[in-house]
């Protein structure tokens, strides 16, 4: 099976390596072409110029970029699919463009609702399988193959065809429903992390101010009801003002904001 990927960020990198790593025929996109060539010298495969190119060598095509702007201009060619100012020859360029009948369409990316649902039409319309899969996880997850894949998908079969290359670099992947059930569970998890990492910074934050030590606060409240995977795996390098991890603020930012469009 081919297997297109396009955005070699922090995520999308070692996602298509682990693909690559897994047997796959790989063609990855990236607009930096530079990095596109890079990542190919290092892990094999293919690149190509365009999303167009990769779309017509692949049986599947992994779409994983910031935020729905970027994904519509990917997969349409332009920044908007309703775009008017977009030239003809950038529609022509687009990942839609290219992909044949019958081959699937994957957004890893985490973006609205709205645009899953979009692109889902605009993919049966070409009779191609769509999937909205974001994923949690974070740099570390893609790094060690071990993210959670929240899908949604109108089409049981189409899900069933794609669910084996997840594998390549998931823990845990599940159906949750039709095209957008996969980003608005998203939306859930990151509601989730939102809470429970400004409440533990919070928490910490009082605790140092308090004279307390916070590493052995942790170590015993960990032991009870307050216990949290962020805690088990952020709360050192909070109080050690140690903050990168490959998420930014801003990217968060991104997420509760489609929360609060969505609710």
């Known amino acids: 099976m081919k297997v297109g990927f396009c955005g070699l960020g922090v995520m999308g990198s070692p996602m298509a390596r682990h693909l690559a790593s897994k047997g796959y025929e790989v063609v990855v996109y990236n607009r930096n072409t530079e990095k596109a060539k890079q990542w190919v010298d290092k892990n094999g495969g293919k690149f190509a110029l365009t999303p167009r190119e990769v779309g017509e060598q692949c049986d599947v095509v992994m779409v994983c970029v910031g935020n729905d702007d ?9 920044p908007s699919a309703k775009s008017l100012s ?20 994957v957004d890893h ?27 949690s996880g974070g740099q570390a997850g893609a790094e060690n193959g071990a993210l959670t894949v929240m899908c949604g998908c109108d089409d049981q079969k189409v899900f069933d065809r794609v669910r084996p290359v997840f594998d390549a670099y ?59 995977w962020q805690m088990e795996n952020r709360s050192k390098t ?16 991104k997420d509760l904001g489609i929360c609060f469009d969505e609710a």
């Open 70 to 78: 970027d994904v519509r201009s990917v997969v349409f060619g332009a």
């Open 86 to 105: 977009a030239s003809s020859k950038s529609v022509e360029n687009g990942l839609l463009a290219g992909l044949k009948p019958g081959t699937v369409l």
């Open 109 to 135: 990316t985490t973006a609205s609702a709205t645009l899953a649902r979009e692109l889902s039409a605009a993919c049966s319309a070409k009779n191609v399988g769509f999937i909205d899969a974001p994923v």
């Open 170 to 228: 998931a823990k845990a992947c599940q159906r949750m429903g039709d095209a957008g059930a996969g980003q608005l569970t998203k939306m859930v998890n990151q509601i989730c992390i939102a809470g429970v990492v400004s409440g533990l910074a919070e928490a910490l934050n009082f605790a140092m101010r308090a004279g307390l030590d916070a590493d052995q606060v942790v170590e015993v409240i960990s032991k009870g009801a307050a216990q949290s």
């Open 238 to 253: 909070m109080v050690r003002d140690q903050f990168d991890f490959g998420f930014a603020v801003e990217w968060m930012r």
